[in-house]
């Protein structure tokens, strides 16, 4: 799909919101009672699926709902979709722990997981909630802003550089500065699983793979 400049619009009002939805997640959780003490875990899970709806109506106001299927095209197989989408989860996972470790011995790393930094806030139906929203939410939306409508509408001014520009904004995202190189790591990485398969499905299953089992190692006992 060609991500051109008058929608770039569209592209800007989307990422605008998207500095709000931390906010917007918090106020969720307060205005239904939840306990202030856990307002991040609380945002943590409402982020994911705020983001997403909010690049889902962007798309329908404007009228480019339509252009959407266009990213999920071609569909692969199931053989497919498992070697490039677990193979790029597993090329996440050493790209960016192994970079993450090599940074740890400088500096030592913002944890971003809040069942390691605030475990006291997950409830079982929280935590099956978070793995909906983190595990599964998250990549969906995530993949669907940096490696499709960011991706694209900088593709005019060379692939790869399109390539890397959406994997800084990706890094920068996440406001965890310690780890922006492990998180641009992670982002090349699913941005070449984009532009080599030309669809978002492998990326979106390797981000959810890494995502869940990030999430799944959380809750191990240690």
Do not use: C
């Amino acid at each position: 799909m060609k991500w051109n400049a008058a929608r770039g619009y569209d592209l800007l009002l989307i990422l605008a919101l998207q500095l709000v939805i931390p906010s917007v997640g918090v106020g969720f959780w307060i205005m239904m009672g939840g306990n202030e003490a856990h307002l991040e875990a609380y945002a943590y899970i409402l982020s994911p699926p705020l983001s997403l709806l909010i690049i889902l109506l962007v798309l329908a106001l404007r009228g480019h709902m339509g252009d959407l299927a266009d990213f999920f095209r071609p569909l692969p197989s199931f053989k497919k979709l498992l070697l490039w989408g677990g193979g790029g989860a597993f090329l996440v996972l050493v790209a960016g722990e192994g970079t993450a470790y090599a940074l740890s011995r400088w500096i030592p790393l913002q944890e971003n997981n809040p069942l390691v930094t605030d475990p006291g806030a997950f409830t079982q139906p929280m935590i099956v909630a978070l793995f909906l929203s983190a595990g599964l939410m998250a990549p969906l939306g995530e993949e669907l802003l940096y490696r499709g409508l960011l991706l694209d509408f900088l593709r005019p001014w060379g692939t790869w550089g399109a390539a890397f520009l959406s994997s800084v904004a990706f890094a920068f995202a996440h406001g965890l500065w310690t780890l922006f190189l492990p998180l641009l790591a992670i982002g090349l990485i699913l941005a070449f699983l984009r532009l080599r398969g030309g669809t978002l499905w492998f990326s979106i299953t390797a981000h959810a793979l890494f995502n869940l089992a990030s999430l799944s190692l959380a809750l191990m006992p240690s």
